[in-house]
């Protein structure tokens, strides 16, 4: 994932600060304090794949609220990128870091407190908006805390630290909901949650300098805040004025999209109407996904700089998954060993989703870097911010009527229906991807 906030600046050495350096071991931990919180939010992008049942149950739902339900959270995390950008300047790593852990122990407590559903989609909506911060205060303590020749090494282990946040979400949380309850569990997910906020509280500082140590910061990002804010202002809106910008925008929406939609949601109840898997084993499933991914990203950015182009591996990516899907939904007569086959396969493939975001930057002037990360970014929560309750609506629609101890059960058929949303999205990916510009690697003067 790129900088958003020192691809265009050289970093400041620590050399021209007389001060000490700090202690690996703070470092680290104040870093690494981040990371968990960052784990926490992918945790609660995909903990409702293996908890449908139960919600359904206790809200009394259809397919369309349950999309909604764990929506809420997409619809508020995509409204806050650009305002974090602005908030990350005028209040600082640390008080968002702290104030975003309390708002997301909160929410998550009130989802697992609440009868009402529409107190749960409040909760939601309060989760979305408080690990919205996650990725951005990562990377800014990271800019502060570390020199610049890592900065390449922590965003991948952060990327990391999201994506071991989803298996915990996947067979662990399962097998915990059916020990102890969906409403315990989420209930001491929200403890857990509060522990990262007070651990912030008590060791994280914005800068080194706060403790009398060396900052790795460059010197811009101690200009005026309000220099930087209407910086950011206007990166936004001239963006768009670039071509690839809308195409890869939408683009990223459709590679993200399908596949946290799949193992965020839909996933289980879908491997259960077409193999009779129970609960925990299609959670399995999904985890082999989420690992096919989160191996295959950074070394899809790696191949991509290395060929020199970012179109091929970028592109090549979006075919493989679009006809991977096809044949995981459509192909008639495949075995559940085939099919997580070709689900890993596909999981691998979505990796090239990455290269976005150098593509993206490269493709715009270097002094927009951070507003066009925010933006592609945000492209790929808009994936399943829209799939999830689109798949549920039709879910709805295609309805047979059968219920199992009061729940509605929905068939092969509806699924095969509901999926047709994904795999379109997926196909125009394709499409979109194919009228980018390519960069060659080189950035946009």
Known sequence: MANPLSASIPQQSASQNGSPIAP?????????????FYLTGFYQRVSPAVMTTELMRDFHISAKDLGNLSGFYFYFYVLMQIPVGVLIDSWGARRLLI?????AAAGTFLVGATTSFALACTGRAIIGIATAVAWLV????ATHWFPSERFAMLTGLGLCFGNLGALVAQVPLRLLIEQFGWREVVTASASVILVVGLLAWALVKDDPAERGFRSYAPPELQAQKHERIASLAVGVRRIFAYRNTWLIFFAQGGMVGPIMTF??????PFLKARFGLPTTTAAAVCSVMIICWALASPICGHLSDKVGRRKPIYVGGAVVSAIGW???YYLNGLTLSAFIAVSAIVSLATGSVIIGFAHGKESVP??????ITGLINSGNMIGPMLLQPGIGWVLDQRW?????????VYGLNAFQTGFLLSVAW???????LALTRETNCRQNA
Request: hydrophobic fraction near 55%; aromatic fraction near 10%.
């Open 426 to 432: 997926s196909i125009l990916t394709v499409v979109l």
């Open 400 to 408: 047979s009527g059968q219920l199992v101890s009061g729940l509605r």
């Open 326 to 328: 096809l044949v995981m």
């Open 24 to 36: 690996r071991w703070l470092s680290w931990s104040i870093w690494g304090i981040a990371a968990l």
């Open 263 to 268: 193992t965020g949601l839909w996933g289980a």
């Open 138 to 141: 990562v990377l800014r303590l």
């Open 99 to 103: 104030s975003g852990s309390l708002a």
């Open 366 to 371: 270097i002094k927009y870097s951070g507003a």
